[in-house]
């Protein structure tokens, strides 16, 4: 799907579909009445036979010749206007998108003076179409030996964003363009996402990071079993211990030239497939936790991004890969290892995995002296229960890096919420024979697997930890994810790091 940005002094043939935007219980705009005074009528009889109010998500269309914009012309709910914003509005972007493939339309166009509101400016609901549009159209479909010729087709071929406010300079272009790219960031992470365990492992995820830093210009380097080996990476190597497939750390390096604002690290949590090991998972939804390499993910495609992008900031993207397997002699409940920082755990459960490879990819960030640490994980199920697939989890003992953290969230529509992370959590991982456990008590298992991770964050140096168990899996009923993989965080780092940047 093509989406173009119009404006009003351009000659332009009739769409197939205009959709406009409309609050609950407002007045027909005096620029829709002028634009399209023949609908307006129809809309005002709607109106006043409350057979249209404007509740989210409602629509009201109908058809004429007459209309100048297309034969078609469709309300849209936006609800009420005083709760409008830009969650809202990327709801509407999906419903737009949703309508448009419910019509088999071929050219839509939307009208996006009506759906500025709320602090949604022109720019901004620009680019939030673009992405959704090429998000929502997004297929993992590989896989499937049979396509029907039906599905082929592409429904929407063409969105054409009018806008009756000319529009100043190219920031409008700017901020669609930006979208764009992370858009295809967000897919890539799908992607490797949505590759069963049986192809997308250590080995696999690492020739794909390589291919990109290639394609990309970036710098790429993976530590092997013999490297982890001699640093001694003790969390790593006991994840890996029941997989065939030897571990690996991928290290990804862009913009060693803008070290000024500071380094940025991003570290993600890569375990191929989890099956809890001794710890046995439940079998119900195991199949699932080939999503457990989502931050990976979201590391190794954000690089690609900012790549993409140009940005003037010096980012590492780190990515430890390990399949969490039941095997011969794989680690056992009560072993004791020790971490690459030298700490020693008692691995009291083996499906609390994550926290032990992220726990020495961590310390080895400090290497590079960053200003920023962000760790990606799909770490607890804890975080799941609690925000279910509408929030991040955030925890980090920096309040500046945790707002910065936020802000790109809310820009971006992956929205975090934060957890504390007090002192007075450390007491349930305090180990019995060895420094620490990993794993705390029955409760606040988010916050305990985090006051784990903070055990081997380089001293002071601002760090924020993202789970994403909850979000990085879609269940099919958001508007720009299909069923699968969500591409969790790409979006969110992309934004924090244009932030960074000061772009
Ligand atoms: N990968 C899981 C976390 C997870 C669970 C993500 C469900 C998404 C959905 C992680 O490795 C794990 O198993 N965590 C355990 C920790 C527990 C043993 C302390 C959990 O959350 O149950
Ligand atoms: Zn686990
Ligand atoms: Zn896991």
Same mark, same amino acid.
């Given at each position: 799907?093509?989406?173009?940005?119009?404006?009003?002094?351009?000659?332009?043939?009739?769409?197939?579909?205009?959709?406009?935007?409309?609050?609950?219980?407002?007045?027909?705009?005096?620029?829709?009445?002028?634009?399209?005074?023949?609908?307006?009528?129809?809309?005002?009889?709607?109106?006043?036979?409350?057979?249209?109010?404007?509740?989210?998500?409602?629509?009201?269309?109908?058809?004429?010749?007459?209309?100048?914009?297309?034969?078609?012309?469709?309300?849209?709910g936006l609800g009420e206007k005083k709760k409008y914003g830009v969650t809202g509005f990327r709801q509407a972007a999906g419903n737009i998108i949703k309508a448009a493939k419910r019509t088999k339309a071929k050219t839509v166009r939307v009208l996006l003076d009506t759906f500025l509101a709320g602090?949604?400016?022109?720019?901004?609901?620009?680019?939030?179409?673009?992405?959704?549009?090429?998000?929502?159209?997004?297929?993992?479909?590989?896989? *499937?030996? +049979?396509? /029907?010729?039906?599905?082929?087709?592409?429904?929407? %071929?063409? &969105?054409?964003?009018? !806008?009756?406010? #000319?529009?100043?300079?190219?920031?409008?272009?700017?901020?669609?363009?930006?979208?764009?790219?992370?858009?295809?960031?967000?897919i890539l992470a799908r992607d490797f996402i949505n590759e069963p365990a049986n192809v997308m492992n250590a080995d696999k995820l690492s020739e794909e990071a390589k291919k990109l830093a290639v394609q990309k210009k970036i710098h790429c380097e993976i530590l092997h079993l013999p490297q982890l080996?001699?640093?001694?990476?003790?969390?790593?190597?006991?994840?890996?211990?029941?997989?065939?497939?030897?571990?690996?750390?991928?290290?990804?390096?862009?913009?060693?030239?803008?070290?000024?604002?500071?380094?940025?690290?991003?570290?993600?949590?890569?375990?191929?497939?989890?099956?809890?090991?001794?710890?046995?998972?439940?079998?119900?939804?195991?199949? *699932?936790? +080939?999503? /457990?390499?989502?931050?990976?993910?979201?590391?190794? %495609?954000? &690089?690609?991004?900012? !790549?993409?992008? #140009?940005?003037?900031?010096?980012?590492?993207?780190?990515?430890?890969?390990?399949?969490?397997?039941?095997?011969?002699?794989?680690?056992?409940?009560?072993?004791?290892?020790?971490?690459?920082?030298?700490?020693?755990?008692?691995?009291?459960?083996?499906?609390?995995?994550?926290?032990?490879?992220?726990?020495?990819?961590?310390?080895?960030?400090?290497?590079?002296?960053?200003?920023?640490?962000?760790?990606?994980?799909?770490?607890?199920?804890?975080?799941?229960?609690?925000?279910?697939?509408?929030?991040?989890?955030?925890?980090?003992?920096?309040?500046?890096?945790?707002?910065?953290?936020?802000?790109?969230?809310?820009?971006?529509?992956?929205?975090?919420?934060?957890?504390?992370?007090?002192?007075?959590?450390a007491e349930s991982i305090k180990g019995l024979h060895a420094d620490i456990n990993n794993i705390g008590g029955p409760y606040a298992g988010t916050i305990t697997a985090t006051m784990f991770l903070k055990e081997f964050v380089p001293a002071g140096t601002p760090w924020a930890h993202l789970d994403?168990?909850?979000?990085?899996?879609?269940?099919?009923?958001?508007?720009?994810?299909?069923?699968?993989?969500?591409?969790?965080?790409?979006?969110?780092?992309?934004?924090?790091?244009?932030?960074?940047?000061?772009?």
């Open positions: 799907m093509e989406t173009v940005l119009m404006t009003a002094s351009e000659k332009r043939k009739p769409a197939d579909l205009l959709i406009v935007g409309f609050f609950e219980n407002e007045k027909l705009s005096k620029e829709m009445v002028q634009l399209e005074p023949d609908f307006s009528k129809a809309a005002q009889a709607a109106l006043e036979r409350k057979r249209f109010s404007g509740k989210s998500a409602q629509t009201f269309s109908s058809y004429s010749e007459q209309y100048q914009e297309a034969a078609e012309i469709m309300m849209l602090g949604v400016h022109l720019e901004q609901a620009a680019g939030i179409i673009s992405e959704i549009s090429i998000l929502a159209s997004y297929e993992f479909k590989c896989y *499937k030996t +049979k396509t /029907d010729e039906e599905d082929k087709k592409e429904p929407v %071929a063409k &969105l054409e964003m009018l !806008a009756l406010k #000319k529009p100043g300079g190219n920031a409008i272009q700017r901020r669609m363009e930006w979208n764009r790219v992370v858009a295809q960031g967000v080996k001699q640093l001694k990476m003790g969390g790593i190597l006991a994840v890996n211990q029941g997989s065939r497939t030897p571990p690996a750390l991928v290290i990804l390096e862009y913009g060693k030239n803008y070290q000024k604002k500071g380094t940025v690290c991003l570290v993600g949590k890569g375990v191929t497939f989890d099956t809890g090991g001794i710890s046995l998972k439940p079998s119900k939804d195991m199949d *699932k936790m +080939k999503y /457990d390499m989502s931050g990976a993910a979201a590391v190794i %495609a954000t &690089l690609g991004v900012v !790549a993409d992008l #140009k940005l003037p900031v010096h980012v590492i993207g780190l990515a430890p890969l390990v399949e969490n397997m039941v095997a011969e002699d794989p680690q056992r409940p009560g072993d004791i290892i020790r971490m690459y920082n030298g700490k020693t755990v008692e691995v009291l459960n083996t499906d609390a995995e994550g926290r032990l490879i992220l726990g020495d990819a961590l310390s080895y960030a400090e290497k590079y002296h960053p200003k920023a640490i962000l760790d990606i994980a799909t770490l607890t199920g804890s975080c799941a229960a609690t925000f279910g697939d509408k929030a991040i989890g955030l925890l980090g003992t920096d309040a500046r890096l945790l707002a910065r953290v936020k802000k790109a969230g809310e820009e971006t529509g992956e929205r975090c919420w934060e957890l504390p992370l007090w002192d007075e959590y994403i168990a909850g979000t990085a899996w879609s269940e099919g009923n958001r508007p720009d994810c299909p069923k699968g993989a969500a591409g969790a965080g790409v979006r969110l780092f992309a934004r924090f790091l244009t932030n960074w940047a000061g772009k």
